[in-house]
């Protein structure tokens, strides 16, 4: 049975990846599928964009256009209520409240949310605390969400600051810890929702609009860059190696099988 770890690191630009000085990019691109080109939707906000990464669809069919959540007046399930009716277990883990919405009440097993101002460095301690969740419960999916390089990087210093650097790299030592502790037994996907420029996002921009995306796995090749990805496309893409039947609404497409 196939088991997925979906991490997403909030406002990560392509670039700013590749400018953090992280040394462990280097393997996560020879280990994985992966793009520096992805397309976010617009508007490039933090909860509209997750809703389409779970929903698989814009923000024009899900009516979130900002941080305020709205039920959609034509319900549509997402990737948690897919799972759920499958019998799998999920978790999640967040340091910002309302990213709580992308999911039903009762479509998870655990969460745990840790305000990302509470503490210095929340992002490690969610990972810390999901790493511990896997190890006990084996749960067949886990969402990591780190806001930090959003808020502490983007919003109070700037994108491409050096503080926003630093964040970026700080996560990327997570994700690093992620794959060396659960990747045997998980496949991990790697993402951001949105990039930003100055201390703002939510424009159609290249800077707010290009994500990065990795995706590290059997049913992935390695050191393999793709092109003409979105972020619509990572549930179907989940759901296809989870082998659980997607939604009918959705509308991205499986990245597995545009690899074989």
Same mark, same amino acid.
């Given at each position: 049975m196939e088991k997925v770890i979906l991490i997403s690191i909030d406002g990560m630009r392509p670039d700013g990846l590749k400018k953090c000085g992280n040394a462990y990019l280097n393997t996560l691109i020879k280990k994985s599928t992966h793009t520096f080109c992805a397309r976010t939707v617009f #508007? %490039? +906000? *933090?909860?509209?964009? /997750?809703?389409? =990464?779970?929903?698989? $669809?814009?923000?024009?069919? /899900?009516?979130?256009?900002? &941080? *305020?959540? +709205? #039920? #959609? $007046?034509?319900?549509? &399930? %997402? =990737?948690?209520d897919q799972l759920n009716a499958a019998g799998k277990r999920c978790a999640m883990y967040y340091g910002w409240e309302p990213i709580i919405n992308v999911r039903k009440p009762g479509t998870l097993y655990a969460s745990e949310y840790i305000h990302s101002y509470s503490f210095d460095h929340t992002d490690d301690m969610l990972t810390e605390r999901a790493l511990e969740y896997i190890k006990i419960a084996k749960p067949d999916f886990v969402f990591l969400y780190m806001v930090e390089t959003d808020e502490k990087g983007g919003h109070d210093n700037g994108w491409m600051s050096d503080a926003y650097l630093e964040y970026i790299s700080r996560a990327i030592d997570n994700v690093k810890r992620v794959i060396e502790e659960a990747g045997d037994e998980y496949t991990v996907i790697v993402t951001a929702d949105h990039g930003g420029h100055d201390r703002s996002h939510g424009t159609d921009a290249d800077e707010d609009m290009t994500i990065p995306m990795f995706f590290v796995g059997k049913n992935f090749k390695e050191n393999n860059e793709i092109e003409g990805v979105s972020i619509l496309d990572i549930t179907p893409t989940i759901a296809d190696v989870m082998k659980i039947a997607p939604a009918r609404e959705w509308e991205g497409k499986s990245l597995v099988k545009q690899l074989h």
């Open positions: #508007p %490039s +906000i *933090t909860l509209p964009c /997750h809703l389409s =990464l779970f929903h698989s $669809v814009p923000p024009e069919r /899900h009516c979130t256009f900002d &941080n *305020t959540y +709205i #039920p #959609p $007046v034509h319900p549509i &399930n %997402s =990737l948690f």
